[in-house]
């Protein structure tokens, strides 16, 4: 049985609902009732180690508009500034612009003057709260007033992160949190767009997506916090389910009636994104949404040895990823090898003595028809495994007329429901990813522009495998669905 783990989030929601006030509507100036989902999140959120430090040290939460997210960042940084015991504390209220920090800002300084218990200790300005006997601070800051660099933050609540135009002023808190005993940098945003202006992803989503990795297990950070409210993609965005689930206030102190008007007024990305907290793309995406998750199927195990299986694979020496992928000929698809480079680490390189041996396990393993896979930069690799006696076909993917047919093959095969794979959430993290290239001859899968932090090699490797699958089929004269463009 796991053993509970201590938490300061009483502390915090006794703070919270003792002295801070609602400052807007026909409530105004009652004293804060925290909802069940609220203090869940807040006891999370302040989690204990063993030693008895905070466990979580940078957060990402995002929720759709209106359901009380500059509330909840308001009560965090009042605590950090008056309740946390922290001499000499140094709050920041920040975000991309200055009007959109001050919202955060002021909903403090409402609190302090509305609370007789609070305006008694603390001291209010225009542009910052005082606590004169710790000496702690709360200030509010913007991207667009420039870096401050020598600051020494203990906590930090980054209001709409989505909207940060570099990830400069993220990585100047937390870089300058270092010398605090307990500090705590969390983000408290809805989604937006994927992508800045240069075309790389922004500061926000990568954020997004590594919470993603810490919530599917691929990878672990105990210092890192994730909390994302969101309708799924397999949801129709009309329904009223879509809603519930992306809103937690839904129906409580968040208007039902609201949604019914917003939906048929606001453009369907602007609706997805800030009422159902989705991240949506600009850009021509290559599935449709939901396709791919309705072939996940978490029951599905490997298939028993000797049976005949395709491999794909999509290699790379140092910046991109390398994969593995195969395929039964029926359709079964799983990601045998993933490598890709870990976050911070520019001298990182593909252990392509893993991979080869990755890939001769396989063929050992199962019966391989074939291996198939692009030469670029491998041809000395794949010429060795020829050798040993590896069935290798060499798979250009920089051939148009190699790569839309592949593409066109995966596409009707997931909006067909003709392929399975076993809810690997790499797999289909970089499908994802992937966008429509139009080339002379048709449409097929590409990265996104300038954005190379989105990488798509299992799906080029999963693209591989099955084109593989559908080409040995046919010969064998197994009757296939017709191969259309999308």
């Not at 300061?8 to 069940?36: H, N």
């Not at 960042?73 to 709050?91: M, N, R, T, W």
Request: some cysteine.
């Amino acid at each position: 049985m796991a053993t509970k783990l201590k938490t300061d989030g009483g502390d915090v929601i006794e703070f919270m609902e003792s002295c801070c006030r609602i400052t807007k509507g026909d409530r105004a100036g009652d004293l804060l009732q925290l909802r069940p989902w609220q203090s869940t999140l807040i006891n999370d959120l302040f989690t204990l180690r063993p030693d008895g430090k905070r466990q979580h040290r940078r957060a990402l939460i995002g929720m759709p508009r209106k359901n009380g997210k500059s509330t909840l960042a308001a009560g965090i940084s009042l605590f950090g500034l008056v309740a946390d015991g922290e001499p000499g504390a140094e709050v920041y209220c920040v975000a991309a612009s200055r009007q959109q920090a001050r919202i955060v800002f002021d909903t403090c300084r409402q609190m302090v003057e509305m609370d007789p218990v609070l305006s008694q200790h603390v001291k209010v300005y225009r542009s910052h709260l005082e606590v004169a006997a710790t000496g702690s601070i709360m200030r509010v800051l913007s991207s667009d007033a420039g870096l401050q660099e020598g600051l020494n933050p203990h906590i930090v609540v980054l209001d709409e992160l989505h909207a940060h135009p570099t990830d400069a002023m993220w990585n100047v808190m937390t870089l300058g949190s270092g010398t605090r005993a307990n500090p705590l940098i969390a983000a408290i945003t809805t989604a937006g767009v994927r992508t800045d202006r240069h075309g790389y992803d922004t500061i926000a989503y990568r954020l997004y997506q590594y919470g993603k990795k810490l919530e599917s297990g691929e990878i672990t950070d105990d210092a890192f916090f994730f909390r994302w409210w969101e309708a799924p993609d397999t949801m129709d965005w009309k329904s009223v389910k879509a809603i519930e689930v992306a809103n937690p206030a839904y129906e409580d102190y968040l208007n039902a009636e609201d949604f019914d008007v917003s939906r048929r007024t606001t453009p369907e990305i602007e609706y997805r994104i800030k009422r159902l907290n989705q991240w949506v793309s600009s850009k021509t995406i290559w599935l449709p949404d939901g396709a791919l998750a309705a072939c996940a199927d978490d029951t599905l195990e490997l298939p028993p040895p000797e049976t005949e299986i395709v491999i794909g694979f999509d290699g790379s020496y140092s910046r991109d990823a390398t994969a593995v992928v195969c395929s039964t000929l029926d359709g079964h698809l799983w990601v045998e090898g993933l490598w890709e480079k870990p976050v911070g680490d520019p001298d990182w390189r593909v252990p392509i003595d893993d991979v080869m041996m990755t890939i001769r396990n396989a063929c050992t393993k199962w019966r391989a028809v074939e291996v198939a896979s692009d030469p670029y930069r491998y041809e000395h690799q794949l010429q060795q495994l020829e050798d040993e006696g590896y069935p290798i076909l060499r798979f250009p993917t920089g051939s148009v007329s190699r790569m839309v047919p592949a593409c066109g093959a995966f596409y009707d095969a997931v909006v067909n429901k003709q392929i399975r794979y076993n809810n690997q959430p790499a797999l289909a993290r970089h499908i994802e990813n992937c966008v429509v290239r139009m080339d002379k001859g048709g449409p097929r899968i590409t990265k996104d522009s300038h954005t190379s932090e989105r990488k798509i090699d299992a799906a080029v490797a999963a693209v591989i495998a099955y084109s593989r699958v559908v080409y040995h089929r046919n010969k064998r004269e197994e009757p296939l669905p017709s191969i259309t463009a999308w």
